[in-house]
């Protein structure tokens, strides 16, 4: 796959609320295309999830 097919997989997983399918999508995307617009998509999510999820970050 693309950087770009990950990138809109990272979409949609992300749309129907699969946080973690989407930033694993993102780091593909990311590791195929370091200027790829995923990873603007990866740090929102990064931060939606710091601020919703704090205990995923602090067990």
């Given amino acids: 796959m ?3 097919e990950y990138y ?3 979409n949609e997983a992300r749309k ?3 946080w973690h399918e989407a930033i694993n999508c993102y780091i593909q995307a990311i590791e195929l295309d370091p200027d790829s617009p995923a ?5 929102m999510l990064d931060d939606i999830m ?3 999820c ?5 067990p």
């Fill in 39 to 43: 990873v603007e998509a990866k740090r």
């Fill in 8 to 10: 809109q997989k990272g």
């Fill in 2 to 4: 693309t950087a770009e």
């Fill in 50 to 52: 710091a601020f919703y």
């Fill in 54 to 58: 704090k205990d995923m970050y602090n």
């Fill in 16 to 18: 129907q609320g699969l």
